[in-house]
Nanobody, 121 residues
Framework: QVQLVESGGGLVQPGGSLRLSCAAS????????MGWYRQAPGKQRELVAR???????EYADFAKGRFTISRDNAKNTVYLQMNSLKPDDTNVYYC???????????????WGQGNLVTVSS
């Protein structure tokens, strides 16, 4: 199985910064893309940012100019640097991986367990 281990969430004051990490392991032949979604209570999950294996990035409007997604291929890890955080950024953030299984050679998508980010004074 493919697993995603998320870390870096927590409590931060408005205007502060956090960096989320997501490390992938398991039966992965190749990774097509990794990214982050978030979901507030009573709301649907929404894309925050994603990055392809080629380095192409995409951001939600609320994340542009504040958040930066990056990757470390050697560690199979993706990072989300979040700056200028606002109370509205308070959410559970989920890492997602899209890749090719080394067992079935079929594409799969895997979700992390979620990581709570709280922006409050």
């Amino acid at each position: 199985q493919v697993q995603l281990v998320e870390s870096g969430g927590g409590l931060v004051q408005p205007g502060g910064s956090l960096r989320l990490s997501c490390a992938a392991s398991g039966s992965i032949f190749s990774i097509s893309a990794m990214g982050w979604y978030r979901q507030a209570p009573g709301k649907q999950r929404e894309l925050v940012a994603r990055i392809t294996s080629g380095g192409s990035t995409e951001y939600a409007d609320f994340a542009k100019g504040r958040f930066t997604i990056s990757r470390d291929n050697a560690k199979n890890t993706v990072y989300l640097q979040m700056n200028s955080l606002k109370p509205d950024d308070t959410n559970v953030y989920y890492c997602i991986l899209l890749g090719l299984s080394s067992m079935t050679y079929q594409y799969l998508d895997v979700w992390g367990q979620g990581n709570l980010v709280t922006v409050s004074s």
